[in-house]
């Protein structure tokens, strides 16, 4: 390994040489960062999350190490601030106007249906009705996702130089929304075409430093991922059909919770396998490759083992917390035994009680949300990493600095939409 | 306490080579100097101007010189004696700077987003809200008020469904008639429904579409009949004014905003909704103050006293306390003291005023729930 970097360091050797993903995070500094900021967060009211949000990634970025170099985020908590706020403005006013538009024509087509639905067109009406502000969020959604995905990447280093992504979010918009519909359409058999489609989109208009990324491959290609997608849908029809024409309810029954176990495990399938796929087939500069040997196994092992420990560790915490203030309400009970004078003291025990229980609650959530971070959330992340290969880096020497991207609205949609995945 | 010659990588922001450097750290002089591998200079840099990554995970330490973003050149250090040497030296390491012009543009935005989001929902969604609500027709309005009411219905029914209104004929004959007469002069898109929900709650509504539903609790609370037109009253004064598909539109424009402006901070969801009250409470505090006006002038017309409204209103003060009266702003309703004053003005005294429904009404009307 050292033989290796010493030799990059001059640029000398000519050999391919290949570039190993590492994720290297000390849990617990990741936990107390996690905690402390995620606490800071409710205590202002949700004003500091966005520098809750960028000292962790920074703390993630500088964690993932390619080459023996770490990746850096560059973001600020006060650009983040700015960019929701300018966000806001944008959004008050679209979703104000237009959730009172879509309401008055939901009203005038909820009107329309008779009180009990007697059709097929009336369930249709009424149900369109009901989702026709969520259809309308959406542009709004994809525009915030590939702004936000523009943000991170203006922000993020490697060897000092910038990743980058062109301004094209309404092309972004447009292409997402038809695919979305296609897939809803074809009842999800064209979510590869989606997936694939709109990787590459933003994969032709990456950069690192001065060199563009490309996406390769087909989209037909990301089927084989959807394998047990299929299998799970067909274990739930035959489910269904046993508990329906079959004299075996019970039966029906666990075919069909087996159906949804394995439907799951499928999603997370097609998620590994369909960035395997589209890893593969990614091109930097012409010249540079990358492959992926993430395992959808370990994927479903951190959150099964990871749900278990945190319910295990959220358990234990609940009854410690219990039994204290079961021995401050003791306590505040002996006082109330005394005198005169102690129940006013009790009055102020009650009250400190009371404010102890909901901190200790907020706490609480906080705590969990933590422990989603440090058991679920980065260890997943960091399994991709870990089996991320970059194959020839030897021409990432070549490559120079962008320019950077200034963007005032930051990731401020996304923030405001509540999109953006765990980090 | 300076070092000489000590090993780091470097980055010069400009090329994605990795160079193998030396750097030295004179506290004399107040610099730190990068030498390339021959020992030639690369790089000077001031130690005031030295900023650190914060955050990093990795055990070495990461500097550049400037603010961290527009600062190209990295120095990564993994010697601990030097980085508690320069961690001593430099101290604007973890400092971040911040212009008054960047300032001033977070001020200018504050108030931007400020006045977009009060503007919003003080006037814009208001507005619309009513201008809207004009044109959605009466029977499509009606439909959404049953629809509503099917809702209530599924929320209230402890028992099995149908068993939740009260239907006694002769109650249900006398409550018409109440409501009847309280009409006079006015002309409605729908024909008025008055029902009763056996429940306990001491509450009255208006839905769209001309529904007005009274809770079995408030009929007990009622001293005299007329008490009971006088919140029937104040509920036809809000299907006169639209007031309940209107708040409905209302309501759908501000929904998202606050959650908007929170975030998915824990407990975010809880705020929004406190919130979201404060919001709406001085909109519907001028509803409902409308409401009693047009309650006061119905009973008038009908011939019984406004004081039966006062009346009510003291009596919910004894029977419930009045939640209004620490926190008038945040409550939907004006306080009931205030609204009693105002009923009490309305009442002249050189009228003589009959009974709204005679004795065997009232007494039906109680029994309404009757099984």
Redesign the interface.
Do not use: C, H, P
């Given at each position: 390994m050292t033989d290796t970097l010493?030799s990059?360091?001059?640029?000398a050797a000519l050999a391919p040489v290949p570039l190993d993903g590492a994720f290297?995070?000390?849990k617990s500094?990741?936990f107390w960062?996690a905690f402390w900021t995620?606490l800071l967060?409710?205590l202002t009211?949700?004003i500091y999350?966005f520098w809750a949000r960028t000292?962790?990634r920074?703390?993630?970025w500088?964690?993932i190490d390619a080459g023996g170099?770490?990746f850096?985020y560059?973001g600020?908590g006060?650009e983040k601030?700015?960019g929701f706020?300018?966000a806001?403005?944008v959004?008050?006013?679209y979703?104000?106007?237009l959730?009172?538009?879509?309401?008055?024509i939901g009203?005038?087509l909820?009107?329309?249906?008779t009180?009990e639905p007697s059709g097929p067109r009336d369930v249709l009406i009424q149900v369109g009705a009901t989702y026709v502000t969520g259809l309308a969020v959406l542009p709004l959604i994809f525009y915030a996702q590939y702004r936000s995905r523009r943000y991170m990447l203006s922000?993020t280093r490697?060897?000092?130089?910038r990743f980058g992504l062109d301004a094209a979010a309404w092309g972004y918009v447009w292409r997402a929304l038809l695919y979305f519909a296609l897939s809803l359409v074809t009842l999800g058999l064209l979510i590869p075409l989606s997936t694939f489609r709109l990787e590459k989109y933003m994969t032709d208009r990456m950069w690192y430093?001065d060199a563009v990324f490309e996406q390769q491959g087909q989209w037909w290609g990301l089927y084989p991922a959807m394998k047990h997608l299929l299998i799970a849908l067909g274990v739930l029809v035959l489910g269904g059909a046993v508990g329906y024409f079959g004299l075996a309810r019970g039966l029906g029954a666990v075919i069909l919770i087996a159906g949804s176990i394995w439907f799951l495990c499928g999603l997370v399938y097609y998620q590994v396998e369909s960035f395997k796929y589209l890893s593969a087939h990614k091109v930097l500069d012409g010249t540079v490759r990358f492959t992926s040997n993430a395992s959808s196994h370990r994927v479903i092992g951190i959150f099964v083992l990871g749900i278990i420990l945190i319910a295990i560790l959220t358990f234990v915490l609940s009854v410690v917390l219990g039994v204290l203030i079961g021995i401050v309400f003791a306590s505040g009970g002996s006082v109330m035994n005394g005198d005169g004078a102690g129940i006013g003291l009790f009055a102020g025990a009650g009250v400190a009680v009371a404010l102890a229980a909901v901190l200790g609650y907020?706490a609480f959530?906080?705590l969990i949300?933590a422990l989603v971070t440090v058991f679920i959330s980065a260890p997943i992340l960091g399994h991709y990493i870990d089996t991320l290969r970059v194959e020839n880096a030897q021409p990432?020497?070549?490559?120079?600095?962008r320019a950077?991207d200034r963007m005032a609205d930051a990731d401020g949609f996304a923030?405001?939409?509540?999109i953006g995945g765990a980090f | 306490m300076g070092f000489t010659w000590v090993d780091a990588r470097y980055f010069d922001g400009l090329s994605a080579q990795r160079r193998q450097v030396f750097v030295s750290l004179d506290v004399e002089s107040q610099r730190l100097t990068i030498h390339d591998h021959l020992g030639a200079d690369l790089d000077i840099w001031p130690l005031e101007t030295l900023r650190q990554l914060r955050d990093d995970a990795g055990a070495g330490m990461v500097l550049c010189s400037g603010a961290v973003d527009p600062g190209e050149a990295r120095v990564i250090l993994a010697n601990a004696r030097a980085i508690a040497a320069i961690k001593a030296a430099c101290p604007n390491l973890t400092k971040a700077t911040v212009t008054p012009r960047t300032w001033g543009k977070i001020m200018a935005w504050v108030g931007a987003s400020t006045a977009a989001v009060a503007l919003m929902v003080f006037v814009i969604v208001p507005a619309l809200a009513g201008q809207l609500a004009v044109f959605i027709p009466p029977e499509r309005e009606a439909r959404v008020g049953s629809a509503v009411l099917r809702q209530i219905e599924r929320l209230l029914s402890d028992k099995d469904a149908g068993d939740w209104r009260c239907t006694n004929p002769k109650g249900q004959m006398a409550l018409e008639q109440m409501a009847q007469a309280l009409q006079q002069g006015q002309e409605f898109p729908y024909a008025i429904q008055v029902g009763v929900v056996d429940h306990k709650m001491i509450n009255a509504f208006a839905l769209p579409g001309g529904h007005i539903i009274v809770m079995r609790g408030l009929i007990e609370m009622a001293e005299t009949p007329e008490q009971l037109a006088a919140v029937m009253a104040h509920e036809l004064g809000h299907v006169a004014q639209k007031d309940p598909i209107e708040q409905a539109l209302r309501a759908a424009g501000t929904a998202g905003l606050l959650s908007l402006v929170l975030g998915d901070a824990t407990g975010g969801t809880v705020l929004a909704l406190v919130g979201e009250r404060l919001i709406t409470a001085k909109n519907s505090r001028d509803v409902e103050a409308r409401a009693d006006d047009f309650a006061l002038a119905q009973l008038a017309k009908a011939g019984v006293s406004p004081e039966a409204l006062a009346e009510f209103f003291e009596l919910l003060l004894q029977e419930m306390g009045d939640p209004a009266f620490d926190m008038g702003w945040i409550s939907s309703h004006p306080p009931s003291v205030a609204r009693a004053v105002h009923a009490r003005a309305a009442v002249q005294t050189a009228q003589n005023y009959n009974k709204s429904v005679s004795s065997e009404e009232w007494q039906a009307i109680q029994q309404i729930c009757a099984k």
């Open positions: 010493a990059q360091g001059e640029g290297l995070t000390e500094k990741l960062l995620g967060t409710v009211l949700g999350r000292r962790l920074r703390y993630i500088s964690a170099d770490s850096e560059t600020m006060l601030f700015l706020l300018i806001l403005v959004l008050a006013v979703l104000g106007l959730q009172v538009g879509l309401s008055f009203f005038n909820w009107g329309a249906v009180l922000r490697w060897r000092g130089l430093g907020i959530l906080v949300g990432l020497e070549q490559i120079n600095q950077g923030d405001a939409l509540d | -």
